[in-house]
Structure formats: C-alpha cells, structure tokens
C-alpha cells in the first residue's frame, strides 16, 4: 500500500486541511438532478432489506479472512434487524473443522459470520458523474476483528473503495485500490460507537474519478481514484474475521451494527 494522504494528514491542522479541498454536499451537484439509490429505510424490515439488498459476499460465502458467512430468508443467526432501522451482523467462532476458505490465502474457517451486498451498482457515468455512499456504524475493533463497509468491483478487480475498514485496532481505513493502494488510517474515538462514514464519488475526466472521504462528517482525505469511470461496484457491508486483523480473535460473539446506509447519484439526463 501507499499513504500519501497520510503525511499530509500529519503534517497540517484540520482547518488547513478543510481549506485544502471544497468539501462536496449532496447539494453541490450543478444542474444535475439528484437521485435516491438505496434510503435510510431499507433496515426497517425484512422485506426491505431483501428488495434492496442480497446476502453474502456477491461471489458467495467466502472472502479473504477465516470468517464462512451465513445468511438467507431463512436463516437471521447472523444476519437480523434491530428496532429503529439497525442491521446487526454477528460472527460466532465455531469448535468444528469446516475445512479452508475457497479464496485466497485460503485461510482455515474459524467463525461463521454475516454479509449483504447491494442489488444495485454503483458506476460512475457521464449520465451519472457523482455518487454519495455513507452510513453510520458500531464497529468491532479489538484484535482478530475485521468490519468493513466498502466498494468493489462487480466485474473486475480493482476497482475497490473502503468507506470503513477497521483491521484489530481503533484506526478506521480508508482505502482507494486502482491497482495501487491509497489509504489514509484515521484513528476513531470508540468505535463502538455510532459514527458516520462517507464517500462523495466525483468523475473528473474520462476515465478517473475523485474519492472525498469523511468521518462523522469531517473531511479527512482526497484519493484519485484511476479507471474508476464505466466500472460497475457491488456495495458490500460484512464482518470479517482475522486474516489482515490480526489473530487469535475472539472467543466469542462479535457484533457489527449499521443503520442509515444510503446511497444516491447525480443525473446529468
């Protein structure tokens, strides 16, 4: 990886940074018309979430941690709704042998966990040039703990964005993959939390993209975002085990909770 945001964000104040870069608004969209992709509403029930969002990871049960999810219509032990709109995904460490994960770097299955991922993508287009991706989360971050809100490619890889990443510690990262790494850690006061994170996604020219970064409503970093434009992401929230968060993790329940999750785009018609 590569962290060139990261010296800047040590090297300046806050308030020179907010003056280094215009802070985008869902408003700050010109003369295009504003549209809702995902609402604030679809974890107010069962029904929404499934018409808005499809379990797992979009390639099935397996990722790149030792985390196995599990999830369906019929099956909520890790993934379910609480009252006022809150998914809460839950990984369980299991005491069985369920062989090795079928991604690499095939990691043994420790724990049986819960992810959902977006029916619709995000691609950013000259019809549709800006994007806004935000939510608002507790996340786990002790040791062994993997949560993640984030993009990727549907039909390639990268593209990817991290809007939350945090990796067995209290630095939540921000991360733009374009065939290189761009990350920018931001340390978060308890991410146990409610906090919100955001990405305001920005075409620039014909083929790249601007990611703007926010943390409870801070701007925290700008990442060029390379080849992004025409290709199509799959919007993923899971809770992931291990592997880049370090091991061993824990014993027992890990909880992930997210409420809030929208997603909208501007129309240039």
């Known amino acids: 990886m590569t962290f060139s945001r ?34 604030t509403s679809t974890f ?18 397996d990722h790149n941690g030792t985390a196995r999810m599990y999830a369906s219509p019929s099956d909520r032990n890790h993934v379910c709704l609480e009252p006022g709109g809150v998914l809460v995904l839950k990984a369980s460490r299991i005491s069985w042998d369920e062989g090795t994960s079928s991604k690499d770097p095939h990691l043994p299955i420790r724990y ?39 993009l990727t490619g549907a039909n390639s890889w990268p593209p990817e964005s991290d809007i939350l990443e945090f990796k ?20 978060v006061s308890d991410p146990d939390a409610w906090h919100g994170y955001r990405a305001w996604i920005a075409k620039v020219n ?23 434009v025409g290709k199509p992401m799959d919007l993923i929230v ?14 027992g329940d890990t909880y992930y909770r997210a409420r809030n999750v929208y997603v909208g785009r501007g129309n240039n018609g």
Request: hydrophobic fraction near 40%; charged fraction near 15%.
């Open 6 to 39: 990261r010296a800047l964000l040590l090297s300046v104040g806050s308030a020179a940074l907010d003056a280094a870069v215009a802070r985008p608004a869902a408003a700050d969209v010109g003369a295009q018309a504003w549209e809702t992709v995902i609402d």
């Open 44 to 61: 107010a029930s069962y029904s929404a979430l499934e018409s808005t969002w499809n379990y797992l990871y979009p390639w099935g049960s």
């Open 112 to 150: 049986h966990s819960g992810a959902i991922h977006s029916k619709a993508h995000v691609v950013v287009t000259d019809q549709y040039p800006t994007w806004e991706v935000k939510g608002e989360f507790r996340a786990p971050s002790a040791q062994g703990t993997w949560p993640a809100f984030w």
């Open 168 to 187: 067995g510690d209290s630095r939540n990262w921000f991360n733009t993959y374009d065939g290189s790494w761009d990350g920018t850690p931001v340390t």
């Open 206 to 228: 014909a083929t790249d993209a601007d990611i703007h970064y926010y943390l409870d409503g801070r701007w925290v970093g700008r990442h060029r975002a390379s080849n992004f």
């Open 238 to 251: 899971n809770l992931q085990t291990e592997g880049s968060s370090g091991s061993p993790g824990p014993a």
